[in-house]
């Protein structure tokens, strides 16, 4: 991948104290400079993650971008994104990349929604594509991938990763969420 290939990278911070949880956008050169933020929020417990990154992207006004890399598919408490709708805002691939193991988030959407709340959840979760495990310096992490094959995902993956197994622009939009938090919290 050449060194000024950008990605966009989203990842939340979320503070139970609030109803709001902040998702930072950090737009992350492959040779690892980082070349610009942005910030939107969605509701904790809501159904406006997905509106809140295709806005957090519109915002950015970044042609260059050629990868949207997400570090989860629920944020806010089961803010369930649709990415195929990230993807035809952006035209560009949507990767979520997630960093645990685990039997899928079925149980714990069952655990604290029910009815219309539950089900459309439930739905949104469904039409993800499936995840699949990519080995990163030595850790596994779990990609799904939209508006690209799997193989071209991995490789975005892995040619984004600098160290540690964290793809950097997750692993910068992670840090500027929770230094907004701090800062906007007393």
């Avoid at 070349?35 to 969605?42: F, P, Q």
């Avoid at 260059?64 to 997400?70: A, I, K, R």
């Avoid at 570090?71 to 993807?87: F, T």
Wanted: with cysteine; glycine share 8%.
């Amino acid at each position: 991948m050449k060194p000024g290939t950008r990605a966009l990278g989203v990842a939340e911070s979320y503070r139970s104290d609030r109803d709001r949880s902040t998702l930072a956008g950090a737009v992350v050169r492959a040779d690892g400079i980082v070349d610009g933020l942005a910030y939107e929020s969605c509701t904790v417990g809501g159904t406006d993650a997905t509106d809140a990154v295709t806005s957090l992207v519109a915002d950015l006004e970044r042609p260059d971008v050629q990868y949207v890399l997400v570090g989860a598919v629920a944020p806010a408490w089961y803010n369930v994104l649709d990415l195929s709708s990230v993807h035809q805002s952006t035209e560009c691939p949507v990767i979520a990349v997630t960093f645990e193991a685990s039997d899928g988030l079925e149980d714990g959407l069952r655990e604290a929604f029910d009815g219309a709340a539950l089900e459309g959840r439930l739905e949104a979760y469904r039409r993800l594509p499936d995840r699949r495990a990519v080995s990163v310096d030595d850790e596994t992490v779990y990609v799904r991938a939209v508006g690209c094959e799997f193989a071209t995902a991995r490789d975005v993956v892995e040619a984004f990763t600098q160290s540690g197994g964290r793809p950097e622009p997750i692993r910068v939009a992670q840090l500027a969420a929770r230094a907004a938090d701090r800062y906007a919290s007393p």
